[in-house]
């Protein structure tokens, strides 16, 4: 392990042609085209505030967003740091810790102060719904509480609610709940009995199944 004492970078940043960069096969931060659109347009207005941090066989460590971003920006030749200085196992666990501390808080009313006096458009990084939202004073900023498609959502919530549903009414329920009361005089019992002989006879089946048919057809009675 080369330790480093003078305050110097370890390694060494250099320019390489994208082609030379390989993505790591078992990267586990996910990069979907709206991500990497932004990333493109950050490296488009402001030029490259990281390099991409790569091994020393030139596989990604860090920065397969932009990566992708260079390509879509249609780049030969990219920023790179390699971390020759590290093992493999060094790798691997820089790889992790860098996805895992990328994921943090933020401190919405600095970030919402530092919105309001920056005289720059920044659509295309944020959506306009996250500036309208980091805008306004509503606290904790949530990534992942913006809805790309309000209608795919609602479609999706509505299939949710259905199987909750048929799961809920496919369970068996102690008919005590649905009445409200567990038990009932002895005196009147038979005039309990009497009522579910002339429903099951009246609607072909037997117990349970005899009742809620009734119940349905006072309920829903057809037209």
Do not use: C
């Not at 397969?64 to 691997?92: F, N, S, T, Y």
């Amino acid at each position: 392990m080369t330790k480093n004492a003078t305050g110097t970078l370890p390694g060494q940043i250099t320019v390489w042609a994208i082609d030379k960069i390989q993505p790591y096969e078992l990267n586990a931060k996910i990069h979907d085209d709206k991500q990497v659109e932004r990333i493109a347009k950050s490296i488009k207005e402001f030029g490259w505030s990281q390099p991409i941090v790569v091994d020393k066989g030139g596989v990604i460590i860090a920065g397969h967003g932009r990566r992708l971003a260079a390509i879509k920006l249609g780049l030969d030749k990219v920023p790179v740091w390699v971390r020759d200085d590290l093992d493999a196992e060094q790798v691997r666990a820089l790889r992790l810790a860098d996805n895992r501390v990328a994921i943090g808080d933020i401190d919405t009313s600095l970030l919402q102060k530092e919105l309001a006096d920056l005289d720059f458009d920044l659509k295309g990084i944020f959506d306009a719904k996250e500036l309208e939202f980091l805008e306004a004073d509503l606290g904790e900023y949530n990534p992942d509480a913006f809805v790309e498609d309000i209608e795919i959502e609602v479609e999706k919530q509505t299939k949710e609610s259905a199987k909750t549903v048929e799961e809920t009414d496919e369970r068996d329920v102690k008919i005590d709940k649905a009445l409200g009361f567990k038990t009932i005089k002895g005196a009147d019992e038979r005039h309990v009995a009497r009522f579910m002989a002339q429903i099951e006879a009246e609607m072909g089946a037997e117990g349970a199944e005899a009742f809620v048919k009734f119940v349905r057809g006072v309920l829903e009675p057809q037209s």
